[in-house]
């Protein structure tokens, strides 16, 4: 009569008579912390601002970061080191190629090259990352 099956049609009627109504119950667990609102506009911030961290966007938003790379993963953005090297222009570019197109003939072994990295004693350091869809690992115009 209803197309449903028989067993669920008394089901349903059980319920009715016991509970007043066939809804389901409320459903178990903790609920959830921010609303879509708030975890757009979170997403929203970290788009604007790729390089901060996740700890800035959880103070302003009173949540933790874990919270703020989950729902920064759950958009399909996750954090990546950026790439420790300068942009070259095509300027600076051709700059270095002439450069060494007339330096060819120099007797490059009798020339001592130091390294002009900076040495950090009790620290370790400064490491560069900012929000990249997944499979964007290194994008060449992101540079430190």
Not at 11 to 16: A, S, Y
Not at 94 to 120: G, K, Y
């Amino acid at each position: 009569m209803v197309g449903r099956p028989l067993p669920t049609v008394q089901h349903n009627l059980e319920r009715f008579e016991v509970h007043g109504h066939t809804h389901n119950a409320p459903k178990s667990g903790r609920p959830r912390a921010l609303n879509t609102q708030v975890e757009e506009r979170m997403f929203r911030a970290i788009t604007s601002d790729p390089k901060a961290k996740s700890d800035t966007f959880a103070a302003t938003e009173g949540v933790s970061p874990t919270t703020v790379r989950r729902i920064a993963a759950q958009n399909g953005l996750y954090s990546r080191k950026c790439l420790s090297k300068p942009y070259i222009s095509p300027l600076n570019l051709r700059r270095r190629i002439q450069w060494a197109l007339n330096n060819v003939d120099t007797a490059w072994r009798t020339i001592m090259f130091t390294d002009e990295s900076a040495l950090c004693i009790g620290e370790t350091g400064t490491q560069w990352c900012a929000w990249r869809p997944g499979k964007e690992h290194l994008p060449q115009h992101e540079s430190v």
